[in-house]
């Protein structure tokens, strides 16, 4: 659907602003300059949270979070039910299933992150261009999320326990929405373009 085939989704985190925790140091400050915790996600092509670990602390990358997360550590050691690999469309050149991230995240055979630098070569450039394309979709998932549940528009009030329920119910919420308007795009939660 974004020109990536074999893609299962796209990943990152997603700092929710929260007011400081009393007592809580540094912990959830982070380098954005507020304090947070961090809701890691990845999706699908049409805006789907297909996994959510919330809970983390602000101060932790979206990188360390994905390796100290129960999904990071399952997806790195194989564990998950991922798909083997499969020949690429109209080709016979086969290729693994894999997740996109930016360069945040480790570059593994199931997770891809783009080549860094710049003046890259024109085959790397394209590269990067496509797994953009296809990774800017969590970007614009969370962007979603933000926009219909605007308590994330502003830093959240409440212990950083009600923080993550509220987040979990949010992205829950946003699923249900996301499969319903699939089925009724009159009443579309949110309409999907292609470009």
Known sequence: MWDFPMC?????GKHVVIQA???????FFNYKGSHSIVLLAVCDAQYCFTMIDIGDLGRH?????????EFGKRFMSGDLNVPSQACLPNTSVCVPYCIVG?????LRQNLMRPYPGKNLPADKSIFNYRLSRARRVIENTFGILATRWRIFRRPIIAKPERVV???KAACCLHIFLQIKSR?????????????
């Open 61 to 69: 990358s979206d990188g360390g979070v994905f390796a100290n997360s």
């Open 8 to 12: 299962l989704g796209a990943i990152d």
């Open 165 to 167: 329920a509220f987040t």
């Open 21 to 27: 925790p009393a007592g809580a140091g540094s912990e």
């Open 102 to 106: 930016d360069a945040a995240f480790p």
């Open 183 to 195: 089925q009724n795009v009159r009443n579309a939660y949110c309409y999907i373009f292609i470009c």
